[in-house]
């Protein structure tokens, strides 16, 4: 039986990191961005992990700089990052919707899942492959992984910021350790 399960962004966490080039590369400044707002639902029947599906929507807005750096640089970083590099006032709601291609099972109630979705963002969509973990535990499901994406990809012009001190590079790696919980 296919169960669904909303997220709960209160217990998750969601963040991408930036790699950086230029003159605080060389000081390992890899800029952390936690994202804040986010909502969506997945489905999954745990004799059918191949068929789970998952919908997701993040308010472009709600990205923040988590790094321990000064605040007029984090200020110029989230204003550049959310002005220029998402236009969150053009294009307020990033959102994925995917479904499983495989999944393998590796224990009870814990499976491997590979899920192929459309990204939206910024007015482009792209396809973005996602290997998550998931574990069932009672009401709640967890799911947990990387995956990577290129600005490019969606036609996100590559910014500097502090003065050209930090240049981001292309790639993008995200990370998640998102709870959900079953739909009554």
Not at 124 to 151: D, H, K, N, Y
Request: proline content about 3%; overall charge negative; glycine content about 8%.
């Amino acid at each position: 039986m296919t169960d669904t399960y909303v997220i709960d962004k209160s217990s998750s966490r969601f963040i991408v990191r930036a790699i950086a080039g230029g003159m605080l590369s060389a000081m390992g400044h890899n800029p952390t961005i936690a994202i804040r707002d986010f909502s969506g639902e997945a489905s999954l029947d745990p004799a059918a992990p191949g068929h789970a599906t998952l919908k997701m929507q993040i308010r472009a807005d709600s990205l923040e700089v988590t790094d321990d750096i000064k605040s007029k640089d984090r200020q110029e970083m989230e204003s550049t990052m959310k002005q220029d590099v998402l236009e969150d006032d053009k294009y307020p709601t990033i959102t994925f919707d995917g479904a499983a291609t495989s999944a393998n099972q590796l224990g009870e109630g814990r499976f491997n899942v590979q899920i192929n979705g459309n990204l939206s963002l910024r007015g482009s969509t792209g396809r973005v492959p996602v290997t998550t973990q998931v574990t069932l535990i009672g009401a709640m499901l967890r799911a947990s992984g990387e995956f990577s994406l290129l600005q490019t990809d969606y036609g996100i012009p590559l910014v500097s910021v502090a003065g050209g001190a930090l240049k981001l590079k292309d790639e993008l790696k995200f990370s998640f350790d998102i709870v959900a919980r079953k739909r009554e």
